[in-house]
Each structure stands twice: as C-alpha cells, then as structure tokens.
C-alpha cells in the first residue's frame, strides 16, 4: 500500500506540474496514478482494510517530501508535526494486526474443521 501512495503522490507531482511542463506530465501523472491504483486493488483482496485504507496516509507524507525536495516548497513546523503524526499513526495501526491475532483473514479455526469442546 505504501508502494501505491508513493505512486499517487508522484503522480499528483506531474499534475501540479502540467501547467509548465506540458501535456507529457499530465498523461505520466495518469500513468502512475492508475498503476497505484492497480497496486492498491490487488492488496485490498489480500489485506485487510482496517490495516490497508488506513496506510494510504502515507500519501500526504510523500507529497510533503516531494513538495519540499522537488518542488522546492517551504513546509512550516506544523506540518513536520503532522508528518510525525501520520507516521505514527500509520506504523499503530498496520503493526497491530498480526496473524493470530483474531482478526481478519486466517484467524480461527478452518471452516472445514471442527472444533471440539473441552470438558
């Protein structure tokens, strides 16, 4: 999921730069965003969605990066707080859910077997 943010964000750099670049920009902006997408697809069918949605936060932490090193864009200490912030929460919430765990795919016992009850 992470991999499909970074994606979306470069390709929202490309829209921004549309303007000035030119036509090129606008359609690899497209290009990279529907390739995140794709990405973003494929690990809903394997993940879970409490754990998944919840990491393309990380988006807003690319696109900080991406404003301040390739754009050149100031970011004030505020948003270098809400950075932290989203990282923390992002790194919570996809390391509580562990296999095992009770939660998800693969927790509990097999619908084909059965279970029996202890005396």
């Given at each position: 999921?992470?991999v499909?943010?970074?994606?979306?964000?470069?390709?929202q750099?490309f829209?921004k730069?549309?303007?000035?670049e030119g036509?090129w920009?606008?359609?690899?902006?497209?290009?990279l965003?529907?390739?995140?997408?794709?990405?973003m697809i494929v690990?809903?069918?394997?993940?879970?969605?409490?754990?998944?949605?919840p990491?393309?936060c990380?988006s807003?932490?690319?696109?900080?990066?991406?404003?301040?090193f390739?754009l050149h864009?100031?970011?004030s200490?505020?948003?270098?707080?809400?950075?932290i912030?989203v990282i923390?929460?992002?790194v919570?919430?996809?390391?509580?859910d562990?296999?095992?765990s009770?939660?998800g795919?693969?927790?509990?016992?097999?619908?084909?077997k059965k279970t029996?009850a202890r005396?």
């Amino acid at each position: 999921m992470a991999v499909s943010a970074l994606l979306a964000s470069f390709g929202q750099m490309f829209w921004k730069m549309f303007h000035t670049e030119g036509l090129w920009a606008l359609v690899l902006g497209l290009v990279l965003y529907a390739c995140g997408a794709v990405i973003m697809i494929v690990a809903y069918r394997f993940g879970n969605l409490s754990v998944l949605q919840p990491m393309l936060c990380l988006s807003y932490v690319f696109a900080i990066f991406i404003a301040v090193f390739i754009l050149h864009e100031q970011v004030s200490p505020m948003k270098l707080i809400g950075i932290i912030v989203v990282i923390f929460g992002v790194v919570m919430i996809a390391g509580g859910d562990s296999p095992g765990s009770g939660h998800g795919h693969g927790s509990g016992p097999s619908p084909d077997k059965k279970t029996e009850a202890r005396p």
